[in-house]
């Protein structure tokens, strides 16, 4: 469907405008009283979220990106599934699933009674997903743009036998320097040590980063708060269907040999990632669905 007829069918005045972006990838660009947001349709991936009257994105978006088909977009809030991580079977599939690098169709847009804009965009099996992964779904990502920005993942299996999944909401955020962050929500929990070959570890206070980092946080029960003393601001992670966490930064010499990252881009940026993942494995019966929610909320320092 080309632009014209994106804004046509789904356009709302002052509020939601569908443009070509790079890659020639249809992009959304959002904005209300209380914020905006930018879109990607490929991928069905948030890139960017700015509450009005501040100053700095709470997301971080690679400048070397790639906006290619079968490409994932390095920035903002990658959607992994059907599972996450590497391939589970041990296929040669790709890691982190088959949603995060092909075009999603548009569902719907509205205006919710308080002012929030939603977008609704979605994917549902076809002969090339059945290849990957033998499964009959319909997944939809609801976004909501208002004072928070709020995420919420569908899966629904239309099919007549139960399946299982692992998926996350891989979220890049901007920090200011990562050297003065501070993860807080995540003390006293066991984790998965990916940087040191899997090694199961107790949390012991607040997450700091000065090394590379790459966990699975299990049996997180609390809000995770990213404190960012540079950027003088504190961001509020919510979710509900999740019992893990990652948090993930390359640190510099993996940062060096991604070709979609600046070399430095580790300083600049935290993942902090809402998931179901290693143990927190999700089985949808057939003609049943599972949510999984993040909510992500800025408050100043």
């Known amino acids: 469907m080309g632009i014209a007829q994106l804004n046509r069918d789904h356009g709302i005045a002052g509020q939601v405008e569908f443009f070509e972006g790079q890659g020639g990838f249809p992009f959304i ?3 209300n009283a209380k914020s905006s947001a930018l879109i990607s349709v490929y991928a069905g991936q948030v890139l960017s979220f700015q509450p009005a009257g501040k100053t700095d994105d709470l997301m971080f978006l690679s400048q ?32 982190h699933g088959f949603v995060r690098n092909r075009m999603w169709d548009v569902i719907e847009t509205s205006v919710t009674a308080n002012g929030d804009t939603q977008v609704v965009l979605g994917l549902t099996d076809t002969p090339e997903t059945q290849a990957i992964w033998p499964h009959a779904f319909i997944l939809r990502l609801e976004i909501i743009v208002g004072e928070t920005l709020n995420l919420v993942l569908v899966t629904r299996n239309t099919g007549d036998q139960a399946f299982s999944i692992t998926q996350a909401f891989h979220t890049y955020f901007s920090v200011g320097d990562i050297h003065q962050i501070r993860v807080s929500g995540l003390e006293g929990r066991q984790y998965l040590d990916k940087a040191d070959g899997g090694q199961q570890k107790m949390q012991s206070g607040a997450v700091t980063i000065s090394s ?11 809000d995770i708060i990213v404190h960012d003393p540079a950027l003088k601001r504190r961001i509020y992670i919510a979710s509900q269907g ?31 990632e809402t998931t179901n993942a290693a143990t927190d494995r999700i ?11 993040a909510n992500y909320r800025i408050e100043n320092l």
């Open 283 to 293: 089985t949808i019966q057939p003609g049943s669905e599972f949510r999984l929610v």
């Open 64 to 95: 070397k990106a790639y906006y290619q088909a079968g490409k994932a977009i390095k920035g903002g809030i990658p959607i992994c599934w059907p599972w996450f991580g590497p391939d589970p079977e041990e296929k040669g599939r790709a890691a």
């Open 29 to 31: 660009r959002v904005k």
């Open 212 to 222: 590379e980092v790459d966990r699975i946080y299990l049996d997180v029960l609390d």
């Open 242 to 272: 999740s019992q893990t966490a990652v948090v993930w930064n390359p640190w510099a010499k993996i940062s060096a040999e991604m070709a979609d990252l600046q070399d430095d881009d580790y300083l600049r940026m935290l993942c902090v």
